[in-house]
């Protein structure tokens, strides 16, 4: 019995590693805020080795968070929601300025340059298992871009 109890645990560790090393997320960010603004934006690297899918986001620091796609339509910037985001196996998907980026919306409080946000995404994984992914973004300077690279990285659970 014992050796069944421990042949099951390594299971279920070894198929939690595997699980853990399956999205890879670089270069967390999000822009800081003036006081009683609203809203801002996290952006990053999203790399999947087998394929998955992002299915929205969370944060303590906001009422509400989602996935937005900013796209040039008829000449006129627009930003729309996106309910789900595909991160093909293999390949890196950028959250970036002018493209896809995670919205916050209803900020409870200022975000100052310095400060981390923590992040959960939901992310939907090649066997159709939602996980969560625990991301901690770095809040940068208004005017400042961020840092070409980043050595934060971060692992699904």
């Known amino acids: 019995m014992k050796?069944?109890?421990?042949?099951?645990?390594?299971?279920?560790?070894a198929s939690m590693a595997a699980n853990a090393a399956d999205i890879e997320?670089?270069?967390a960010w999000v822009r800081g805020t003036v006081p009683a603004q609203t809203m801002s934006a996290a952006y990053m690297e999203l790399t999947s080795k087998g394929g998955a899918t992002l299915l929205g986001a969370?944060?303590?620091l906001a009422e509400d968070a989602?996935?937005?796609?900013?796209?040039?339509?008829?000449?006129?910037?627009?930003?729309r929601a996106a309910p789900r985001l595909a991160l093909p196996a293999g390949a890196t998907v950028s959250l970036k300025p002018g493209g896809y980026h995670i919205m916050l919306m209803g900020l409870k409080r200022q975000l100052k340059p310095g400060d981390t946000v923590p992040i959960t995404l939901r992310i939907e994984n090649a066997h159709k298992k939602t996980e969560?992914?625990?991301?901690?973004?770095?809040?940068h300077d208004l005017a400042e871009p961020p840092a070409a690279e980043s050595h934060d990285h971060m692992h699904m659970h």
């Open 66 to 79: 989602e996935v937005h796609e900013m796209r040039l339509e008829g000449g006129v910037m627009k930003m």
């Open 58 to 60: 969370s944060t303590p």
């Open 132 to 139: 969560a992914v625990a991301v901690n973004a770095e809040v």
């Open 25 to 27: 997320i670089k270069s």
């Open 3 to 13: 050796n069944f109890k421990l042949i099951l645990l390594t299971a279920l560790f």
